[in-house]
């Protein structure tokens, strides 16, 4: 659900509580947080909060001067010390929303000789812009951020697995059902923050953009686990092509021009590895992360390995019906079959 950068910051409010957090108590004020999302817990019928948020109309707003503020807010009034901390932090406008596990800014409310009495909404005190220092890299490193509009059931995912009490923060998991839709996210989150790549140039080598795809769902840790890609990430670097030029082996290397970190808020929301039975099914079904074009000039390359072999005991069994003789005489063997996907 897109909103309108002209409506007012209550009526985002309310019209995000009522898309995305219908199913829980919206209504309930906690100091001066902007936005709470609780539930009752039905052992003991207290709330227990799911999220603390800062709101901006609009879509120019810095979502990490946004967390700040809602970080200085929460320290100001000692909130996290008269209520039970939510699972989440949180910060949105009209046009995205962003959560961070509130464990992972917590230790901040401890910081030694912190002037927490200063105005949160002022950005430009010295204390702000220390505090936007100090948390900066966590949040960039640490964010989920979906898009409104185009990660809404991405969005809604999230919530129904993560906002239940008790629960421990779980992540999407990819399958052989869902690795095409991931990949089409990923191109566009990550690839343009991909460096020092010609990607017209690999392409004539067989390389693509899908190959780097691959190399980051088949790793653990941001290391590829999976031999014989034509591509690896190797913490902080893809490796491709390798060749030896007057007996020197030499390996082309990419980097992230963002210092990676829209790959790492991308990756924030999904699982890696994907469970081993969809590897070879992944793999084999390379073809369907190859643009059209490319599958119609270069139909063979892109043939998925179990369709080649099946062609091959076609053709074996059309030598042992048919006999060598009428194969001499006019048949043509396949080499191998060629099959175009939609």
């Given amino acids: 659900m897109a909103y309108s950068n002209y409506i007012k910051e209550e009526e985002l409010k309310n019209k995000v509580a009522n898309d995305f957090f219908n199913n829980f108590d919206h209504t309930k004020i906690i100091g ?27 879509n120019k707003c810095d979502i990490y001067e946004s967390f700040v503020q809602l970080i200085l807010t929460i320290g100001k009034a000692k909130i996290s010390e008269k209520f039970m901390p939510p699972s989440f932090i949180g910060a949105f406008d009209a046009e995205k929303i ?73 992540k999407f998991d990819i399958t052989k059902n869902n690795f095409t839709t991931v990949y089409l996210h990923w191109m566009k989150e990550v690839k343009p923050t991909i460096s020092n790549v010609d990607w017209d140039e690999v392409k004539q080598y067989g390389i693509l953009d899908a190959d780097f795809y691959l190399a980051d769902i088949l790793s653990n840790d941001n290391v590829t686990i999976k031999d014989k890609l034509y591509v690896l990430l190797k913490n902080n670097t893809y490796e491709y092509d390798e060749h030896f030029h007057k007996g020197r082996l030499f390996v082309s290397r990419a980097s992230f021009n963002d210092g990676q970190k829209a790959h790492a808020q991308f990756w924030n929301k999904y699982n ?15 073809d369907l992360l190859v ?18 072999e099946l062609s091959q005991n076609i053709w074996l069994i059309i030598l042992a019906t048919t006999g060598r003789k009428n194969i001499m005489s006019g048949i043509v063997p396949p080499a191998p079959v060629i099959f175009l996907l939609d």
């Fill in 98 to 170: 962003a959560f961070i596990q509130y464990h992972i800014i917590s230790k901040i409310f401890f910081e030694n000789d912190f002037n927490w009495n200063v105005t949160p909404s002022n950005h430009e005190t010295k204390e702000f812009k220390h505090l936007y220092k100090l948390v900066k890299e966590s949040l960039e490193y640490n964010l989920l951020l979906f898009k409104f509009g185009n990660d809404d059931n991405l969005l809604k995912k999230f919530i129904s697995d993560n906002f239940v009490y008790g629960k421990n923060f779980s």
């Fill in 291 to 308: 643009p059209q074009d490319i599958r119609e000039r270069k139909g063979s390359y892109f043939t998925p390995q179990c369709w080649v």
């Fill in 32 to 58: 001066n947080i902007d936005f709470c999302i609780a539930a009752q817990r039905q052992h003991d019928n207290e709330l227990h909060s799911f999220l603390w948020a800062e709101a901006k109309k609009g």
């Fill in 272 to 286: 890696r590895p994907p469970r081993e039975e969809f590897w070879n099914y992944i793999l084999e079904r390379r």
